[in-house]
């Protein structure tokens, strides 16, 4: 692709004009945009356009610019990451209305937990947890299970890297996160009270595909003093209904 007289590619810039969407930031408008990607106004105003044209992004009566349903049913055809949401939603549908608490779909996306799905019930507790919405792995039951099932590279990069926390029982020493991740691997599943949010604990379980390989995590948020065997026992039975559907047979 061509570069701009900055060295950035059109490929650059136009990824840069999508991330400047968020779970929370879903309308703005081409200035907005511009100021968050980094570009000129006149170049900003004319990508948009040019997004808006394609059916990529879509403006309203009043202007602002949203993402468009073109893009996503791009993002969808043959979509690895629906396929799975496709096998998941029946067995988490299951676990949702045996626990009464949130399920939760996570998948390992460049070094993070990203969400695929929640299902929640007017009843269920606090869950910071967003659709198509991201955690650190080392904060979160999902992202803890991603990891410890991950690659010894991938491990070795977050380990090295910054552990910041989200809550005061975050764990941000390597050392420790070590043998969580060892103790993961042990017991086969993630418990993490107080890891986000103080008044709750995640608990998560491998997904396996036709291969055997982790490819995600199933999780539910309980409140904090609740006890996770049910929890754990439910979504255990998710995993290994949605790993079939997938066509693992282990």
Do not use: C
Request: aromatic share 2%.
């Amino acid at each position: 692709m061509a570069n701009s007289s900055s060295g950035d590619s059109v490929t650059d810039r136009l990824l840069r004009v999508l991330e400047t969407f968020t779970p929370t930031r879903t309308v703005q408008t081409a200035t907005e945009i511009g100021r968050r990607a980094g570009l000129p106004s006149a170049t900003a105003h004319r990508m948009v356009g040019e997004l808006v044209d394609a059916g990529l992004l879509e403006r309203d009566d009043d202007k602002r610019i949203r993402i468009g349903m073109r893009l996503w049913e791009l993002a969808t055809r043959s979509s690895h990451a629906l396929r799975l949401r496709q096998a998941a939603m029946p067995h988490m549908e299951r676990v949702q209305a045996r626990i009464g608490e949130h399920t939760q779909l996570a998948i390992l996306e460049q070094d993070e937990a990203l969400f695929l799905e929640r299902l929640s019930s007017p009843g269920s507790g606090s869950n910071v947890t967003r659709v198509a919405g991201r955690l650190p792995l080392h904060a979160s039951s999902s992202g803890l299970v991603l990891l410890a099932f991950g690659s010894l590279s991938l491990q070795e990069r977050v380990l090295a890297s910054p552990l910041r926390p989200l809550a005061p029982e975050t764990i941000t020493d390597p050392a420790a996160l070590r043998r969580k991740l060892a103790e993961v691997r042990r017991v086969g599943h993630a418990v993490a009270p107080g890891s986000i949010e103080a008044v709750s604990t995640g608990v998560a379980v491998p997904v396996r595909d036709e291969t055997g390989g982790v490819i995600a995590a199933l999780s539910a948020v309980l409140p904090r003093d609740a006890q996770v065997e049910i929890a754990l026992f439910e979504l255990y039975h998710a995993a290994r209904e949605t790993g079939r559907a997938l066509g693992y047979r282990g």
